[in-house]
């Protein structure tokens, strides 16, 4: 079936340090992969994309690497400031233009 | 440029009337989906319509419904509302090129409180 997992559910990390959020997926045929970010009460605000032609992709702190054979991929944030708090939910495309979202990670950052 | 908009931002029913949402998506995209976020939940897929026709539908009951216009605008239709309806109520377009996978953008959604 159209699944996505995502790992971990919560996630606490000191100001200045990284943060890695993993998502697997269900369908080799999956091609496109987002990353949103959503503050409380805001709509979700997409972060950063990746296609299945590309492995790694990054802008500035925040890059996503694409395994395909494994079926998984992942958001890196580095260099966290207290503004990356937010719960983050990851997405694939499977066919027709439909996501599957993850069931989100609230990330906390430490001051 | 204009983002994609809901309204109305806030709307309360009671069990078994209908709630209409509607969506305008960003000016030239063609496509609409309707996700629903139930509290601190994910988002779940509803409905998703490109140039007038719906395109795929997520696993929810038939009471749930929707339209697109020629403008591109949209409208979903809750019937028969349940507690368990009570949520954020998401929509996002995009300009969908078939198989692609387009960026969707969402609008700042509808919260729905059925009592």
């Known amino acids: 079936g159209e699944n996505v997992e995502q790992h971990p559910s919560t996630l606490s990390v000191q100001e200045g340090d990284s943060a890695v959020i993993k998502c697997t997926y269900s369908?080799?045929?999956?091609?496109?992969f987002p990353w949103y970010k959503q503050e409380l009460g805001k709509r979700p605000q997409l972060i950063i994309d990746?296609?299945?032609?590309?492995g790694e992709k990054k802008d500035q702190r925040i890059a996503v690497t694409l395994n395909k054979t494994a079926k998984h991929f992942s958001l890196h944030i580095t260099e966290t400031q207290p503004e990356d708090s937010a719960v983050y939910f990851c997405?694939?495309?499977?066919?027709?233009?439909?996501?599957?979202f993850g069931t989100g990670t609230r990330l906390t950052i430490i001051p | 440029e204009a983002g994609v908009t809901q309204s109305p931002t806030h709307l309360i029913k009671t069990r078994g009337q209908q709630a209409t949402l509607r969506c305008s998506p960003i000016s030239g995209h063609t496509s609409v989906y309707w996700y629903q976020q139930a509290l601190g939940l994910g988002l779940q897929f509803l409905l998703w319509y490109d140039e007038g026709e719906e395109r795929n539908r997520g696993n929810f009951p038939p009471r749930f419904s929707g339209r697109q216009f020629p403008n591109y605008s949209s409208e979903l239709n809750v019937n028969a509302l349940e507690l368990e309806d009570s949520a954020l109520y998401l929509c996002?377009?995009?300009?969908?090129?078939?198989?692609?996978?387009?960026?969707?953008?969402f609008g700042p959604g509808t919260r729905l409180l059925v009592l």
């Open positions: 990746i296609r299945s032609n590309v």
């Open positions: 997405a694939a495309n499977f066919g027709n233009e439909k996501l599957t």
């Open positions: 996002a377009s995009s300009l969908w090129r078939s198989g692609a996978g387009e960026t969707q953008y």
């Open positions: 369908d080799s045929a999956s091609n496109y």
